[in-house]
C-alpha cells in the first residue's frame, strides 16, 4: 500500500489543522493506521492510532483532548483533525499503516508502510 500524507501548514498556536493521508490499494480497510511525528533533533514518537474499523481510537498522552483520528474506507483515507496546537506539536507527521489484519499497536516498528510526512509548524 502506498500512503500520501498531506494538510501539514504553519498556524499560529491556539489553532487547527487537518492531516490527510490517502492511500493506494483496495485492501484499506485491512489496515490498521497510525500518526507519527518527529521534530528536529528528536525520535519519531507515536501520535495516534485507529483500528482497521475504526472503533477502537489511541493517543498519545501529549495530544488527548486535542487530536482526534478518523478514517473514511469508502475513501482510502485517514485523519487526523488537530485542534489548540502548541508550538510542542511542531513536527513533520507521518501516517503508517500495519498489515493487512494488523491489530492496534503505537510501535513504530510494527508499521509497514509508512507516508512521506507533512511539515507542522506551530508559532507562539
Do not use: H
Amino acid at each position: 500500500v502506498q500512503l500520501q500524507a498531506s494538510g501539514g501548514g504553519l498556524v499560529q498556536a491556539g489553532g487547527s489543522l487537518r492531516l490527510s493521508c490517502a492511500a493506494s490499494g483496495r485492501t484499506f480497510s485491512s489496515y490498521t493506521m497510525g500518526w507519527f511525528r518527529q521534530a528536529p533533533g528528536k525520535e519519531r514518537e507515536f501520535v495516534s492510532a485507529i483500528s482497521r474499523s475504526g472503533g477502537r481510537l489511541y493517543y498519545a498522552d501529549s495530544v488527548k483532548g486535542r487530536f482526534t483520528v478518523s478514517r473514511d474506507n469508502a475513501k482510502n483515507t485517514v485523519y487526523l483533525q488537530m485542534n489548540s496546537l502548541k508550538p510542542g506539536d511542531t513536527a513533520v507527521y507521518y501516517c503508517a499503516a500495519d498489515g493487512p489484519g494488523g491489530v492496534v499497536t503505537t510501535t513504530s516498528t510494527r508499521y509497514d508502510y509508512w507516508g512521506q510526512g507533512t511539515q507542522v509548524t506551530v508559532s507562539s
